[in-house]
């Protein structure tokens, strides 16, 4: 038997617990959600949040190669 004291109706959610939002993609680098994605997470609907948990895994949370170093933050 269930005690419905402890029973919760969690919204499912991808986090991981690593928050860190990459500064170039905006991604978090351990959901790969957008900082307006998390923000809103709680008030889509369920078929919302499908929807974007389908796509987490093609998601690049950053760029692949090099970022060019001291003379890529020059051009900045």
């Not at 617990?17 to 923000?39: F, K, M, N, W, Y």
């Not at 389908?54 to 001291?70: C, N, Q, S, W, Y």
């Amino acid at each position: 038997m269930t005690d419905p004291v402890w029973t919760r109706n969690e919204i499912e959610s991808p986090c991981v617990r690593i928050c860190v939002v990459h500064p170039e993609t905006r991604l978090c680098t351990g959901c790969a959600r957008s900082i307006d994605e998390i923000g809103r997470w709680s008030r889509m609907t369920a078929e919302e949040r499908a929807a974007i948990m389908a796509e987490l895994p093609d998601r690049e949370v950053a760029p692949k190669g090099r970022r060019g170093g001291r003379a890529a933050r020059l051009k900045r």
